[in-house]
């Protein structure tokens, strides 16, 4: 009870500070309507109000811009809220956008450039942890104004910019709002230069992944797919789960996940495979096997390292990455008769010549695998 009621009382004097803080910056009220669903700020609330207090001048520029508006207050709150909902994807331990939020990143990254996104996405792993422990007002203050200084009030506008087109409330609205900000043209050149993505073709976005080096995969739509990007190849029985924007594609045909070149026919994927129906029961089977006691000195280092700086999401990723190490050194150990490499694809079979990656089933991981080796057919062992 003792432990509750100083949890009440911190939530109570932070809710006080909080509404100050909209005296002074908003004209009073609950400016960022953090106290819709409960009398005190809270929980995801949090995150919201260091969000908006990092924003710092930008904020008030939005402020002076909505002025005349009905209900100012409210579209603030809405353009903080949609910022926060959108960067906490990035805190998940499988970093990925989809839908509207894979165009605000696609966006983001014409915009901005890579290095700026990621070190946007990493401040606000940051800020979330920071959130977390923040027990007090000037605490989570501290949490904002650090990632205001990652931020930088260049990316804020940005960030900003695209949160007030995402108000629009759809893909295709916010992919017709695009060339009307600020700097379109630029961004365009931009984006197909450090990716070859066009901004013209921003809706048929379908999820972004990142990568823990600081990489994004963009993944496009299967020509004529709904929402599910899952287009049926009613010819063959095959089902296009990613079509990548290079053309190549990754697909499920007799409940085996292939990757196809853009160059390739669908014809080329074998009709049987027993060897890869082998290596995929296997792989299932180890990776359960798997706990964190197996990790190695090295890994459970890194590991520690990651946790000390509050890179938790990393952390998570490092232990998953030493999973799949074992995962891949054991199907070594068990499949001799396949010559396995370190470049290239991982196993390849000398009798039939089909290739194998193994990788866990996390969407970023296989988007990033399709990415890498676009140019060759190979079959994705997933665990």
């Not at 002074?24 to 109000?49: F, I, M, N, S």
């Not at 050149?189 to 990716?195: K, L, R, S, Y």
């Not at 952390?315 to 998953?320: I, W, Y």
């Amino acid at each position: 009870m003792e432990v509750s009621a100083k949890a009440s009382q911190a939530e109570a004097e932070l809710t006080r500070e909080y509404l100050r803080w909209c005296e002074r910056t908003q004209g009073g009220g609950d400016c960022l309507r953090l106290l819709v669903d409960g009398p005190t700020v809270r929980g995801e609330d949090r995150y919201a109000l260091a969000l908006a207090i990092s924003l710092g001048s930008v904020l008030e520029e939005t402020t002076e811009a909505l002025k005349g508006m009905v209900q100012p207050s409210a579209v603030l709150s809405m353009l903080v809220w949609t910022a926060a909902l959108y960067l906490t994807l990035w805190a998940l331990p499988d970093p990925l956008s989809k839908g509207l939020a894979a165009v605000i990143t696609v966006s983001l990254l014409a915009w901005l450039g890579v290095d700026t996104v990621w070190s946007l996405m990493r401040g606000w792993v940051r800020l979330v942890e920071d959130s977390d422990r923040a027990t007090t007002f000037d605490e989570l203050s501290d949490a904002g104004e650090k990632f205001g200084r990652v931020m930088g009030e260049n990316t804020a506008r940005v960030l900003v910019m695209v949160a007030t087109a995402v108000l629009a409330g759809s893909v295709p609205k916010l992919a017709k709002k695009l060339p009307a900000l600020p700097g379109f043209q630029q961004a365009a050149v931009q984006a197909e230069a450090q990716g070859g993505i066009r901004l013209a073709e921003v809706a048929e976005v379908e999820t972004v992944a990142a990568s823990s080096e600081g990489n994004f995969s963009v993944m496009m739509k299967s020509p004529g797919s709904g929402a599910s990007a899952a287009a049926a190849e009613s010819e063959a029985a095959v089902t296009t789960v990613i079509r990548h924007q290079g053309g190549n594609r990754q697909v499920v045909t007799n409940g085996q996940r292939w990757h196809v070149p853009a160059n390739k026919p669908l014809k080329d994927i074998p009709a049987t495979d027993p060897m890869g129906d082998q290596l995929q029961a296997a792989a299932t089977r180890i990776a359960e096997e798997w706990s964190p006691h197996m990790l190695r000195a090295q890994e459970r280092e890194a590991i520690r390292q990651a946790t000390a700086r509050g890179d938790h999401w990393l952390a998570r990723l490092l232990e998953r990455q030493a999973r799949g190490r074992f995962v891949e050194n054991e199907l070594n150990l068990q499949f001799r008769g396949l010559k396995w490499s370190r470049t290239g694809v991982d196993a390849i079979d000398p009798v039939t010549g089909y290739r194998y990656e193994i990788l866990s089933g996390t969407v970023s991981n296989l988007a990033l695998h399709g990415q890498r080796m676009a140019e060759v057919i190979f079959r994705m062992i997933t665990f």
